[in-house]
């Protein structure tokens, strides 16, 4: 089942991807895809009647996707998961998952624009696996426990500033949370569609120039691991999205080093995720 929001930025409706591609309007059903969604028997409901979905009025055509989650109360973010990208950062294999946030205010539409932040020189492109979480989880007793926490899973693209990452002092967040710096969606797959998420392709264009290309097969720390591992800390609320790295191949990482300007365009997919396209614009 492929979860879709779509309208106006803040006025987002519930929808679902049919059969034929259609996007199907849900408002009448339920009101948004939240915490209280998620934290109650909101996916239940959908399968319902995503049976049927002759019966939902079509979305109108061209309609602008949101992300296809509302805003979270946490964007978590899991970095250097793949061992090929630590590298090329000339960072060291992490023992533990590497946590850090995202502000929620950054998470947008999987076609918005990305905007270069004022001063920026140093924007930064990384295509990731989104995990979103179904239902709250605090000290699971296992990665298969996990399981049973997941809603489903979508594209992101963790946008980053490296300048005000790695050069300003402190956590790496401030350079991570600028507007629009974490483009979602265009859907939300639910886990049966997507029996094994560490065998899913992932490639980022810049351009029309492939930049990243990689796998999950390729993750330090799996899907099931990073749920179980952050529970043991933090309560995981519904809705909640996690980001679980990047492969090889980010602007930091090429020689030169080669970051993102106006007018660029970022084209991102995952197997059976879908795809973005975002073009790049002053902030």
């Given at each position: ?29 339920v ?69 850090f ?70 956590q ?31 490639r ?8 990243q ?56 997919a ?14």
């Amino acid at each position: 089942m492929k979860l879709v929001r779509f309208g106006a930025r803040g006025a987002e409706k519930p929808g679902l991807v049919a059969a034929d591609g259609r996007i199907k309007d849900c408002s009448a059903h339920v009101a948004d895809y939240d915490h209280a969604f998620f934290a109650g028997d909101g996916l239940e409901r959908v399968r319902s009647f995503a049976a049927r979905p002759d019966r939902l009025p079509d979305a109108p055509a061209g309609v602008r996707l949101g992300a296809p989650v509302a805003r979270p109360r946490n964007v978590f973010a899991i970095g250097l998961n793949y061992s090929d990208h630590a590298k090329e950062t000339g960072a060291a294999i992490p023992a533990e998952p590497i946590l850090f946030m995202k502000a929620t205010s950054a998470v947008c539409g999987p076609h918005d624009p990305i905007l270069i932040p004022r001063g920026s020189e140093k924007t930064d492109w990384e295509v990731e696996l989104g995990v979103v979480i179904g239902r709250d989880a605090h000290y699971l007793p296992s990665k298969e426990a996990a399981r049973g926490h997941i809603a489903g899973y979508c594209v992101a693209n963790d946008v980053s500033e490296r300048s005000f990452q790695l050069e300003h002092g402190g956590q790496w967040s401030k350079g991570k949370s600028s507007l629009n710096f974490l483009p979602l969606g265009p859907w939300l797959v639910t886990p049966d569609d997507i029996p094994d998420p560490q065998q899913l392709g992932l490639r980022l264009d810049v351009n029309g120039t492939r930049r990243q290309t990689g796998t999950t097969a390729s993750m330090i720390f799996d899907v099931l691991h990073i749920v179980h591992y952050l529970s043991q800390f933090l309560v995981l609320e519904a809705g909640d999205v996690i980001i679980t790295g990047t492969p090889p191949g980010v602007g930091m990482g090429m020689k030169p080093p080669q970051f993102l300007r106006a007018g660029d365009v970022v084209e991102l997919a995952i197997d059976g995720l879908g795809s973005q396209r975002s073009v790049c614009e002053p902030g």
